[in-house]
């Protein structure tokens, strides 16, 4: 959850360090620092509490200068956020600085066991804790920094992406990773670069290597890039070409990366479907469930598992794999899915879900996937990332880097090629009415110009938060395939502009909910044209019986509602089985502009990091 960067090469660290934090203070931003080895070799470390821009002002006009160094960016486990927990950490003797993503969780008996052999601590945190542990095996056996760290890490349980740098060693860096992404980026004229993802290395190069599970690598001035299991086994490094561009992970002219991200999605809905639907011959092409078609025919239930916002898309998923597929569906909290002894079965599917594709609790519960030998599917956003190399197959959503917090385009992308399975699934198995599945391939290939249409109503959207964005709570009401976008439309809200909002089903607001709205509560009802339309409008009128303040999303033409809802926002007319990627639009909207009137920080709300790599 933390933003690692680190560089050894010909240039100056610093500026490189410096930026490379800018580009990944979405990962966390409760305190920066850097460490530089300057000429001597002279270890200087910086860092303090806050963002990158409180680190730079402690940094002034100092000058720090070298060509190897680490930065990091805390979301903070151990200790609050404050100047001394914040990264980098040294060792005892203050030799040795070490960056760290991750938890280790048997911190407290090795921080026992090191107060009995001397040693002192500073700061709360369990990565001190490692850098004082790495110093003490190379004091008591003699070896080598690289052997010492692999030792060490060879005593610590749970999770880490670690960078360390050490005064006696000027010309080499060395990286770890165990549950917890890492990347080294190899950059022309022996420069190389190290980052928890690629945002910080693309300008650079888009070469890079990624480090799997307990390796270790070495990275030399002179002598390159070398890695290793903790196991001593030799790895040959595999370098891959990055197809991200330096402008997708720049604002592009918007005031926030999540108003880019939010009118980006005509385009990343379309990149999701794109190569894998055939409008002209009405067929759907997922190589991923065609090359493992013996698993998904033989499926006796589907298990999804994801977290947030991948959560919500899960449960979108549950109505559309029931309806064409046919196969019963169960959508699990990956976070509690491995500690409830789940009954897993051979002929099970688990889909799960991350925009990331580092998330550690859907990671754990792939990995339990598996160890019962059910088929495991990845549904994720990052080419190269740890549940991409963990699953069976998979499918990527293509959305492009998603910078802001709060999920966006990475939510609809999702939306788009988990309709793509259920279809694909239903049509060969022949479990979807063959009239209805070629009118929905027809109609995902429009839904893109559809989004575009409803982003044209941004000012009423701006107009509407204007009048709630002082609401204390909200209610967010939806029906059927709706109802997962009620829960996203309200943990939104709640992420962003930090206003209490609830997402119900409809009918199940008489059996509590019901109880809070009064004059002075915004009820939002997703009301657009299915099966049950007419049933959502009766609890339309016993929201506005009871005085809330409706905002209604419905079908364009849709006149019922015009008379009872305080706003009406109109979406474009398409199978209700698609609605999830039009009705979620206006409700992104309208959390940005809440939360900007209410002048949050949108694009790094308090308390929350993008990618959740520890439990």
């Not at 410096?18 to 080895?37: C, F, M, T």
């Not at 928890?196 to 480090?211: G, H, K, W």
Request: hydrophobic share 40%; proline share 5%.
């Amino acid at each position: 959850m933390c933003g690692i960067v680190a560089y050894i090469g010909s240039q100056q660290a610093l500026p490189i360090l410096i930026n490379g934090l800018q580009r990944l203070e979405y990962r966390g931003y409760d305190s920066a620092g850097v460490a530089v080895l300057e000429e001597g070799p002279r270890l200087r470390v910086a860092k303090r509490k806050g963002r990158v821009a409180d680190l730079l002002e402690a940094i002034g006009e100092d000058v720090i200068a070298g060509t190897i160094g680490i930065g990091h960016t805390r979301w903070a486990t151990h200790g609050p956020p404050n100047d001394v927990n914040a990264h980098p950490h040294v060792s005892g003797v203050r030799d040795l600085a070490l960056i760290h993503n991750g938890i280790i969780e048997n911190y407290h008996a090795l921080k026992q066991s090191l107060l009995q052999r001397g040693h002192q601590f500073e700061s709360d945190t369990d990565t001190e804790v490692l850098a004082h542990l790495i110093e003490e095996v190379r004091k008591t056996t003699g070896k080598p920094l690289f052997d010492a760290v692999r030792i060490a890490l060879n005593e610590v349980q749970g999770a880490y992406a670690i960078v360390v740098l050490d005064e006696s060693n000027p010309n080499q860096l060395i990286a770890a990773r165990k549950s917890s992404p890492l990347v080294i980026g190899v950059g022309s004229e022996g420069d190389y670069y190290v980052a928890s993802d690629a945002t910080p290395i693309i300008e650079y190069t888009a070469n890079v290597v990624y480090l799997e599970d307990e390796e270790i690598a070495l990275i030399e001035r002179d002598n390159g890039l070398h890695i290793r299991t903790i196991h001593n086994n030799e790895v040959t490094p595999e370098i891959i070409e990055l197809e991200m561009q330096l402008e997708a992970i720049e604002k592009g002219g918007y005031e926030h990366f999540m108003l880019k991200e939010i009118f980006e999605q005509p385009r990343s809905i379309a990149d999701s479907i794109r190569g894998r639907l055939n409008v002209k011959q009405g067929t759907i092409h997922m190589a991923g469930i065609d090359d493992h078609w013996d698993q998904w025919q033989q499926a006796g239930r589907l298990v999804i598992v994801a977290c947030g916002t991948s959560w919500h898309a899960g449960l979108v998923a549950e109505y559309l794999f029931e309806e064409f597929a046919r196969i019963p569906v169960e959508v699990e909290y990956a976070s509690e899915f491995r500690y409830r002894n789940p009954i897993i079965r051979p002929d099970d599917v688990v889909i799960a879900i991350s925009q990331s594709g580092e998330t550690a609790d859907t990671l754990a519960a792939i990995q339990l996937a598996k160890q019962q030998g059910a088929h495991v599917f990845g549904v994720c956003n990052v080419v190269g990332s740890s549940i991409s190399r963990e699953t069976h197959a998979g499918a990527y959503t293509h959305a492009g880097p998603e910078i802001g917090v709060a999920s966006t385009k990475a939510f609809t992308a999702q939306v788009a090629v988990l309709t793509l399975m259920a279809l694909h699934i239903g049509q060969k198995k022949g479990t979807v009415p063959p009239k209805r599945y070629y009118r929905l391939v027809n109609e995902l290939a429009t839904i893109p110009k559809k989004v575009e249409s409803v982003l044209e109503q941004e000012p009423l959207l701006r107009q509407i938060a204007e009048d709630f964005h002082e609401s204390t709570n909200a209610l967010y009401l939806g029906r059927g395939v709706n109802f997962p976008v009620a829960l996203e439309g309200a943990l939104k809200l709640k992420e962003i502009s930090y206003i209490h909002a609830e997402g119900y089903p409809a009918a199940e607001m008489k059996h509590g909910p019901i109880a809070l709205i009064d004059a002075e509560m915004p009820v939002v009802f997703l009301a657009t044209t299915d099966e049950i339309y007419e049933k959502a409008v009766s609890n339309v009128q016993e929201v506005k019986a009871r005085g809330g303040r409706l905002i209604a999303v419905v079908t364009e033409g849709n006149r019922d509602l015009a008379q009872l809802a305080e706003y009406v926002i109109s979406v474009p007319p398409c199978d209700e089985a698609l609605a999830p990627l039009l009705s979620t639009i206006p409700l992104q909207l309208l959390s940005y502009h809440i939360a900007v009137l209410r002048g949050c920080n949108v694009d790094q709300p308090r308390n929350l990091a993008k990618s959740v790599t520890v439990e």
